[in-house]
């Protein structure tokens, strides 16, 4: 694919950002420029835009460097300074260009024009309506603490035979048939979290404390509330997060529970235990998808151009750029993301693989999100590219839904091939509760900032309780699950973004449900809702994808009664 950069209408070709000083005249010459026409307007959004794409790109590079490489004390203080240097001097200058923008003759004319400027200027009045100059150094301390909880992360390992290994490698042997080696792994990876807790569960309280200050100071009785704003969450309320909570308790919770009874059946257990739930049920080995990260990428690539061409090319494209960093390794933080790079265009993926099948769930889901960023790279402005994390996770989830028919690039035993698709599809029951467990955790520690350490072990394993089976036996082990919230960074680092996930998924099996009527059209369709960006509102971009935007109990009954199905039939 030829990527060619988009030229720039307003800063110099060669610019990059060293430090704030060089940085500000262009922030100062946006805000004091005049337009006198609509056209005139509309230029000046785009040079705001090329403006922002250029710092949100620096940014990203320095959050990637430093992710790659926790222990590289260079990358930390280049994406420290952008922290404490930078960022908390742009917001004040971001405020000024938004209010000039909402102040602008020409706003309403656009707006009733294009519902994509509609959109676009919501958010913006609502970033005026958040900004508080006084929660500027609250941001920085707590991104300051994020980067701590990753870099802890990040180093955490534990000794194998020998090896030191970090925790997603470590993980993989969940899967032997041994339980006695299963148990002492899992024990293993629970012990160097759990020698952590103190600190983490500090951090997480000081972050608590800093969130519920900047909820007050922008006018809300809690953080709960003032981010559900900050996030443009229009087209849902609170609420809606408490039906997907019960219909999740009622429609999949039973589904997790007759196949944790159906594995303990099988395993013939006296007592499932948490090192029970990753092990094949029949004993068979444990899927062994790829060699290494280029293994893994090469048969990505020719997986995802026999569903479209397109799809290779974006990845082809990538690996071309050096845009990904896939296998796991000491010092690097842990998950995986597609970062989009703004200016450029073109993504970076990053992944903890360790040749498990999830690693191949990630790869196609990371790859979901960097099809997404290739074709939006050419909508007018960034703000019409910054989809919301809903539409953002239906690309990829859907990916990872309508990649599977090409998973025997993986795995070209029939067998082997049907058993990823099972632990794929048994892999949305799962997550499906453990999403609402995390979202309604949330809900209940911001609603709560008061609460001692002692409450929120309590709040906790009630709330995992609602969604669990009760047939996992953690005696013995309970000191672990108390904690184990803690390795769901998104609790740290990005707080209430969880949910889209969920809402994401149950439109991803929508999607994949259209693909297996029609191929062709259910690719499309796909396309067609990425194509958007954000130029439409979330409801109508799933109907792009011919699928409905919902999280009542009919609907997702509706969806998973054609998953059961489908599982079955495997």
């Not at 004390?73 to 922290?83: M, N, P, Q, R, T």
């Not at 795995?411 to 509760?433: M, N, S, V, W």
């Not at 369709?525 to 509102?537: D, M, Q, S």
Request: hydrophobic share 35%; proline share 4%.
């Amino acid at each position: 694919m030829d990527i060619k950069p988009h030229p720039r209408i307003f800063l110099p070709k060669d610019y990059k950002i060293t430090h704030w000083e060089e940085l500000q005249p262009y922030f100062k010459k946006l805000i004091d420029e005049d337009f006198h026409t609509k056209q005139e307007f509309e230029f000046w959004l785009k040079k705001v835009s090329e403006l922002e794409s250029t710092v949100s790109e620096d940014l990203a590079w320095r959050y990637i460097h430093m992710t790659c490489d926790t222990a590289n004390k260079e990358y930390e203080k280049a994406y420290l300074d952008f922290v404490t240097n930078i960022q908390p001097q742009l917001a004040p200058y971001e405020d000024l260009l938004n209010k000039k923008l909402v102040a602008s003759p020409y706003l309403q004319e656009l707006e009733q024009s294009d519902k994509a400027y509609l959109l676009y200027f919501r958010q913006v009045k609502t970033a005026i309506e958040l900004y508080r100059e006084e929660n500027i150094p609250i941001e920085t301390k707590i991104q300051t603490l994020a980067q701590e909880y990753s870099a802890i992360s990040g180093q955490m390992e534990v000794e194998w035979e020998g090896k030191k290994l970090t925790l997603q490698q470590a993980a993989a042997y969940l899967k032997d048939n041994n339980r006695n080696i299963r148990e002492k792994v899992y024990r293993a990876i629970q012990e160097e979290r759990y020698k952590n807790h103190e600190r983490l569960d500090e951090i997480f309280s000081e972050m608590l404390s800093l969130r519920h200050q900047v909820a007050i100071n922008a006018g809300f009785k809690n953080f709960r509330d003032y981010k559900f704003k900050a996030l443009n969450r229009f087209d849902y309320s609170v609420n809606d997060c408490f039906d997907f909570h019960n219909a999740i308790e009622k429609v999949v919770v039973p589904l997790k529970k007759q196949l944790h009874q159906k594995r303990k059946e099988i395993l013939n257990l006296e007592a499932l235990r948490p090192w029970d739930t990753s092990v094949d049920p029949d004993n068979l080995p444990k899927l062994h998808p790829f060699e290494d990260g280029e293994d893994l990428l090469n048969k990505t690539i020719k997986g995802f151009g026999r569903i479209d061409s397109f799809f290779a090319d974006c990845i082809a494209t990538m690996r071309s750029m050096k845009h990904l960093d896939l296998e796991s390794r000491k010092g690097k933080a842990p998950g995986g993301y597609n970062y989009p790079l703004a200016e450029t265009g073109v993504p970076f993926i990053f992944m903890n693989a360790a040749s498990l099948h999830r690693d191949v769930e990630t790869m196609v889901h990371e790859g979901g999100h960097a099809i997404h960023s290739f074709l939006t790279r050419d909508l007018a402005l960034e703000a019409f590219k910054e989809t919301p994390s809903e539409v953002a996770e239906l690309a990829s989830m859907s990916m990872e839904l309508l990649s599977m028919d090409v998973w025997d690039e993986f795995y070209p035993q029939p067998t082997d091939h049907k058993r990823a698709i099972r632990e794929q599809l048994e892999g949305i029951i799962f997550t499906l509760p453990w999403i609402a467990t995390i979202d309604a955790f949330q809900h209940w520690i911001y609603e709560n900032p008061n609460h001692t350490k002692e409450e929120r072990i309590v709040a906790w394993n009630r709330i995992s309780d609602r969604f669990e089976t009760g047939l996992i036996d953690y005696s013995g082990v309970e000191a672990y699950k108390n904690f184990s919230w803690h390795a769901q960074l998104h609790v740290f680092e990005i707080p209430f973004y969880y949910i889209e996930y969920g809402f994401a998924q149950l439109g991803a099996i929508g999607v994949w449900k259209n693909y297996k009527s029609n191929k062709t059209k259910g690719i499309e369709n796909y396309k067609n809702a990425l194509k958007a960006g954000y130029t439409r509102p979330i409801p109508e971009i799933y109907s792009l994808a011919g699928v409905q935007f919902g999280c009542s109990e009919t609907y997702i009954s509706d969806l998973f009664s054609f998953l059961w199905k489908e599982l079955i039939l495997i």
